[in-house]
Every structure is written in structure tokens, then in C-alpha cells.
């Protein structure tokens, strides 16, 4: 009865929300719920009862334990923020320099890109653990494991040290570049979808800009500069924010929160542990959007 | 001096020097290319090659220091060790279809609701939205612990301890934490999927749907109808990334599903079982004691690995054209 009486624009309205509903029951269910049972239990010590569990309200003990407490997790909160730190713009750099190699026209390009995608599909958290596995059964012992590890992408980083120390950079850069070169595998591995965003990016920049720049005479150089850097620089901030996100999946952090729960059976403790890691990387997310926003150049 | 300024004003001259100049930077450029593509290329497949050459060579050959990439006596036993340990077809058999529901579910809820976010308005849809995009930006270890126990006495709102008296059923092991959380666009990754079929859908003329309102098509008909079949680049990218995103989870299957029989959880325990069990297929007796050459084992190790990844290196020989079209036409980057 009360339906006739609607507009249209409520009928509209009404449609709309049922298409949604599936998603919102879940969002409200599997989303909303458990992240602020999360919350409650970081800040509670959690019994596991028969048939459910009971929570005993401890304030902030979770989170005292987890920063001053627990012997390692300070240590790999840092040092995996600090790697993200250092690989996200590795990873940017890299990507966006495929994207553009394998813009370029030339024979074999569907050769290549379907080579250069490959890792989309094979970036796995198991064949991950199963080779490191495989090589702790070899060796006996997981320090030597991953020293085989390094050692097995061999390259010899000596030669390249020297030349970028002679030329007179700083330390941190030939540091940062030559972890880079003994790490290229694990950032070639983590940027497929990147490539693929970028690629996706440099074919939607109207050809009649790259030509009306040829007229007027600008060099290659001065087009990437000027035409492709500004038309790709908003999904520089899509691809910051996905390989941070990327990187959440097989952080040790990750692992550390995983085994807390349900190794060491200690619910709370690990929620705490989780709310640091993601405020943690929210804030870093944050300073990165709005300093990389900043610059970006919106086209339309 | 004469002669250069002659040259100079030849015109002919000057053009051919120009051309010749330009010619030989485009080779230039052409062979550096080549080169910075061969080596990528080749930082790429090395491992996969190397776990090829792996899956063929007999044991003899592992300390045979004169072999490169190609053994000398080939064999498969590799390869059939590999599989008995992982129970392969079976086990592939029901990953495949896992992982093909799964995407199928992700699919047509994440569908739904990109539809709903973009083609209508109604009191916080705005918000609503935003709330998707969280989805994405919390990590999901967030979600955890309450997940877990969440799925481990499954209830909704009390119905079932209502009708039953107890304290609702147990759902961890069994497929159902997955398909619960697919099927209600709350999934591996799902916001992203939302947010695709979102861009996607506003980039659809108005006019399409305005036009089967007229000749009185309802929105869900118009919906299945119409939109969905012309959708197709979208769904195609959904769900190549949906099926390979899921057949490599290692997190929801492990929270949920750790005694399951899937390909991630296998290859993942792989090492461990090879240890156990290849004495025993060797024929050197079940004494639990037993060990065999770990280098022999890090052989069924990379050969499993390969096995694993076989189906999806194979599905991509055939569909890698679509993934770069996918993602220019679905517009996640306009």
C-alpha cells in the first residue's frame, strides 16, 4: 500500500539499496562487527570459554605488552615499516619504467608484456614459504637458508660499489641501490599489477599531445617530463597505496600477529598488535596521500 | 673551411647527415630496449626454467658440477614423486572447483553491489561507499581473531542456538567461512572488485538504461539483461584476477581452512611432507628415522612447485591478452 505512495526518485532509491543489501549484510556482518570486536579485544584479555569466549577489561596491558614487553615486536614493526618504506618507491620507479618500456612499439611486444605479467600470477604467499621451507630442509637451519637464499640471486655487488662510490654519491644512495640490484627479483615479483595500472595509464594520454609536442620541437625527454609524468601522476598515488596494501599480505608482521593468536593463543594481545601495525600504516598512508596529492596534476 | 661551409649549404648533404643521425638513434634506442626487456625477461623466467630443468633430472645429476639448465639422464619420477605426495589430481580437481565457485560468487556480488554504488543515490550512498574503500585500506589481520572465532560457533542473530540450544555451528574446515564471506562481497580483496565494476558502470551511457525504462524493462531485468552482458571486459578482469588471487591465498585458507585439501595449503606444507614421505616411496622403509638427501628433496620440492603453478601458468597462455585490455577498458585508471 505504502509502496504506491512512493516517487520515483524514493522507488529509485529503494532499487538502488536492495542491489547493495548482499554487500551491506556483509559489511555490517563480517566487516563492522569484527572490527569492533577487534577493538574491544585489544583492549581485554580474552578466555577461551566453551562454546564462546569471555573478555576481562585490561585497559592499555595489551598495548604496553606488545611495545615494551614482547622481545620482537617492536623490532619487526619497524623494520617492515622501514622496508615498505624503501621498496615502495623501488617498486614505483621500476613499474613505471616497464610501463613505459613496454609502451613503446616495437616487435614482440605482446611477447614481452605477457612475460612482464607473468608474476601477477605468480606472486604466491605458498610457493614463497614452500621454497624457503625447502631450502631450511636442505641446509638445516633457517640462518644459512636465507644467507642460500640472497645468495642463490647471485650477483656480484662489489664492482658496482666502487663505480657509484667513485663518482662521488652518498652512502645511503649506493646502500639504497644496491639492495635494489641484489632485490630486483622481489621487486620485479611484487610489481605486476603496478606495471599493468601504468600501462593501463600511458594508453589513455591522447596521442595528439605527443604530437603537437614533436611539432614544437621537444626532445623524448622533455615529452615524458612534460605529457607523461603529469598524465600519470594520479595513479603514482593508486599504486603507492595498493603496494602498500599488497604489502600487508606476507609482512613479517603479519606473521608475528598470526602466530600471537594462535600459537601462543593470545587473542588480545595480537589484536593490540594489529591496531599498532594498521595505525601505523594508516598514518604513513596519510603524510604519503597528502604530500603525493599535493603535486599531482588532475587533468580533467 | 671552404669545403665544410659548402657542405653546410648543400642541402642534400645536410639532410642525408640528418637522416643517417636520426636512423642510427632510433637503432640505438631499439638496442637498449631490446636489452633492458631480454634482461627482465630473464630475471622473470630464470626460476621458472630452473624448476623445469629440476623436474626432469634424475638424482644422479644433482652433484654433477658440469650441468647447466639441461640434465644429462632425464627421468620423471620427479614429477610422480611430487604428485603422490600432493595427491595431485584429486587435489587439483578440488581446487579448481573452489576456486572456480568462489570466483563466480565474487563475481555477482561484487557485480551487484558496483552497480548499486553507481547508478543510484539514495541517503548514504555516499558514505556507504566510503566504507568500501576502508575495506580495501584495512589490513586484514585486523579482522582476524574475531573472524576466526566469528566463524568458529557461526550464528545468525541467535537463530540457530534459538531452534537448536547450542551455541551455534562450528564452520571452520568446511568451505563455508569463504563462500559466506564471497558471496556477500566481503571476500578476498573484494572491495577492489566493488571498486572496479563501480568505475566501470559509471563509464556506461545513461541512455542504455533510460531506454529499456521506457519500453518497461524493471531495474533488475534492465540489470541482468542488459548491463551485465555488456559488462563483460569488467567481469573478464574480475575474475582473472578473483580465480588467480584465490587459488594463491595462503591467509583466508590457512585462518579458515587449515586441514583442507587446496593447493595452497598443500605446497605451502610441501616440504615438510616431502621429508616424511619420500623414504617411503623410495622403498627405504617406513622408519619414521629415515632421512633421504636433502638435496633430493629440495628436487620434489621444486617440482611440486611447479606442479602447482602449472595450471595457472596454463590458463594464462591463453588468457594473458586479457588482462592488459581488461584493465585500459573497465577504466580503474579514468
Redesign the interface.
Known sequence: MNLRRLTLVQK?????????L??????V???A???I??AR?SFSK?NVAP???ELEFTAWTNFKQALYIDPTFNRILTESVVNMLWSVPMILFFSLF?AV?LN?K?KGR?L????????????????A???T????????SSQVAQELGEAQSGFDSISLIFMLDNAGFPDWFIDYIVSGVTG??EI?RSSGVQI??F???L??VPPAMYEVAKMEGATPYESFWKITFPMVSP?ILTNI?YTV?DS??DSP??RK??ET??QAQN?GL??AM??L??GV??IM?IVIGILVSRRVFYYN | MERIDKLRSDEAFVYRLNKARNTSLEWAWKLVLYILIAGISFIILMPLFRRLSTAFKDPIDIYNPTIFMVPIHFTLDNIRHAMSILNYWPMLGNTLLFVTVMTLLQAVSCALAGYGFARFSFPGSRLLFGLVILTILIPMNTLMVPMYLHFRSFDVMGLISLFTGKDGVNLLNTYWPSMITSATANGLKSGLYIYIFNQFFRGMPKEIEEAALIDGAGAYRTFFTIMLPNAIPAIMTVMLFAFVWQYNDTFYTSLFMSNSDLMSVNVASLPANVNQYLPSLLGLGGNSDMRVDPNHVALIVDTGILLAIAPLVIMYLFVQRYFVESVERTGVVG
Open positions: 529509485r532509491a529503494l532499487v538502488g539499496f536492495s542491489f547493495i548482499p554487500w551491506l549484510v556483509g559489511f556482518f563480517l566487516f562487527t569484527p572490527l570486536q577487534s579485544f580474552l562454546g564462546g569466549y616497464s618500456l613503446q616495437f605482446g614481452a608484456r605477457a612475460v612482464f605479467f607473468l608474476p601477477v600470477i605468480l606472486a604466491s604467499g605458498a610457493i614459504a614452500a621454497e621451507a625447502g631450502l631450511i630442509s636442505m641446509t638445516g630486483i627479483y620485479i599493468l595500472i600501462l593501463a595509464a594508453q589513455s595513479l597505496i596494501i600487508f599480505a608482521v603479519t600477529i598470526y593468536a594462535f587473542f595480537s589484536a594489529s591496531w601495525y594498521t600504516v594508516g598512508l
